[in-house]
């Protein structure tokens, strides 16, 4: 099987997943948070990104109401709004790259910033699933075990979903197949799902 093959696969069974009643209504979860990853290999990255936006539109078209964040266009419009991009240009003209990891990871502030953006855009879109892209776009300053951790107590009451670009063995992340991202045991990996 090609990799185009394998990922028109595995989003067609996230597509019947997604669209099931019981993942909708977050069914037999036992208690646990309904977070599920979606990991994928990174070469695939831009196969992705159409599958994903093929997903909205099968979704959308059957009455179920998702809402897409990437991290990325999030992360940007955070900096521009609160910041200005202009400036954050030139900070990292001026700046090490140490130094301005630690700058934007201030200036987007997870806890004060970003995470309370995610809960806006949730609360006023008011989708039926969560969906989170861009995750290796805004590595290394913002982690997507981060994300995760910071969005359970908002975003308990809708099924999350995060594509990942990496392995997730059910208790670590490893991102693009190398980097440890930290261990996170509470999401479901999707593609164990059985309809």
């Given amino acids: 099987m090609t990799e185009t093959e394998q990922i028109h696969h595995k ?12 993942f909708l209504k977050m069914d037999a979860l036992g208690g646990e948070i309904p977070f599920w990853i979606a990991p994928f290999e990174v070469s695939a990255t831009n196969l992705v990104e159409i599958e994903i936006k093929n997903l909205q539109k099968k979704l959308l078209a059957k009455g179920i109401k998702p809402l897409v964040v990437d991290l990325f266009e999030l992360s940007v419009q955070i900096l521009d709004d609160h910041v200005g991009l202009d400036d ?11 130094y301005f990891k630690e700058t ?3 200036m987007l502030n997870i806890h004060e910033r970003f995470i309370p953006k995610m809960i806006e ?12 892209k861009g995750v290796g776009s805004v590595y290394p300053f913002i982690r997507s075990h981060n ?10 009451d809708i099924p999350t979903l995060m594509f990942f670009p990496g392995v997730y063995n059910g208790k670590s992340l490893n991102l693009f197949g190398q980097l440890m991202d930290d261990n996170y045991y509470r999401a479901f990996n999707i593609d164990n799902f059985k309809i």
């Avoid at 954050?88 to 140490?98: A, L, Q, T, W």
């Avoid at 994300?147 to 308990?156: D, S, T």
Wanted: net charge negative; proline share 2%; no cysteine.
């Fill in 104 to 106: 934007l990871q201030s």
């Fill in 88 to 98: 954050v240009f030139f900070i990292e003209e001026d700046s090490d790259k140490d």
């Fill in 147 to 156: 994300i995760l951790n910071n969005i359970q107590v908002a975003m308990n």
């Fill in 11 to 22: 989003f067609s069974h996230i597509f019947q997943v997604v669209s099931s009643e019981s």
């Fill in 121 to 132: 855009l949730k609360n006023s879109k008011k989708p039926q699933v969560f969906m989170i």
